[in-house]
């Protein structure tokens, strides 16, 4: 049980960037884990052992907090068998509670928009089991909502990168790690196309400021993300310059992604979302940036940050 204001369910790269912003504002903060344990919590952070899966300790990890941030997620592989009785549980645990709940999700129940620009109003058209999945965990949450159950707001960002990012992720240890050696960048799909990318404290912020905010309730936010027509190309040409190397990248299309999925299970997860890498996968930020007065990092101030996190992280570290 607790009695902090805000509870972040979740220790990865962005419940971590949540609990980092929250501590800059001075209030008290706890995430929940499975084991309790993370590397580097952050200073002033309680981090406590939980089974998200069960409503009834979600019920009582949360007991007393004002927001509770819903970062947390089952394996990139399991997520059609696991994500959905993992929200459900969250959600159930929180109904008539005082606690408000901030949701953090990502843009695939857009489905394939073409190249249009994704913005919040866009209907749902996944045609992915991830996007699927995606679509149906945010309808119930925002049917819970309208029935008076729990007060939800959500934050939905694009691929992101920086601090304690996904190993997996595109702009991520494939990227940082092997350019510190002057290697190539591995990259995925078309990198001469734009390609919009979330800068990680960003989405914290974002997040924080979605709890706080009572006019965000009911409703979705794309949070800000400076460059959104930006490709992959000209992302490792800034990284390169940042770290004083040759700009190399390769790049893997489906084929390769596909044959990789038999060695790796995530990497046959990607290809079903492969799509946002061949062809403009552009976000729309227009309506928090214009709601809430937040711009996100410039992206060369963002990018210089990051590398200097790789730095200070090596490979073996992780």
Not at 41 to 61: F, I, M, N, T, W
Not at 298 to 316: C, D, F, G, N, Q
């Amino acid at each position: 049980m607790t009695s902090t204001n805000h509870v972040v369910l979740g220790t990865g790269a962005i419940g971590r960037a949540i609990a980092e912003e929250l501590i800059n504002r001075r209030e008290s903060v706890c995430m929940v884990n499975r084991s309790g344990k993370m590397d580097e919590a952050p200073a002033g952070v309680d981090v406590v052992a939980s089974d998200l899966y069960d409503q009834a300790k979600v019920r009582e990890v949360t007991r007393n907090a004002k927001v509770v941030y819903q970062s947390a997620q089952p394996k990139y592989s399991e997520w059609a068998q696991k994500f959905p009785a993992l929200q459900k549980s969250i959600i159930d645990g929180l109904t008539d509670s005082k606690a408000k709940l901030v949701i953090v999700e990502n843009m695939y129940m857009y489905g394939d928009t073409n190249g249009t620009p994704l913005t919040e109003n866009m209907p749902y058209n996944a045609h992915t089991r991830k996007g699927k999945v995606r679509g149906e965990i945010s309808t119930a949450a925002f049917e819970a909502h309208r029935a008076g159950k729990v007060r939800v707001a959500a934050g939905r960002g694009s691929d992101f990168f920086g601090a304690w990012g996904l190993p997996t992720a595109v702009m991520g240890e494939r990227t940082f790690y092997p350019m510190l050696e002057g290697k190539a960048a591995q990259l995925i799909g078309n990198v001469d196309i734009p390609h919009t990318h979330t800068y990680i404290p960003d989405f914290g912020k974002a997040l924080v400021i979605l709890g706080e905010r009572d006019e965000a309730d009911g409703q979705t936010w794309h949070v800000p993300n400076d460059m959104p027509r930006i490709t992959q190309r000209e992302m490792v040409a800034i990284i390169a310059e940042e770290m004083g190397v040759e700009p190399k990248l390769s790049s893997m299309g489906k084929l390769m992604m596909w044959m990789g999925g038999f060695f790796i299970p995530e990497a046959k997860e990607v290809v079903e979302m492969m799509y946002e890498f061949e062809k403009p996968f552009i976000v729309d930020s227009t309506k928090f940036e214009s709601t809430f007065n937040m711009n996100a990092t410039p992206m060369r101030e963002a990018i210089k940050r990051t590398v200097a996190w790789y730095k200070s992280h090596p490979l073996k570290y992780r």
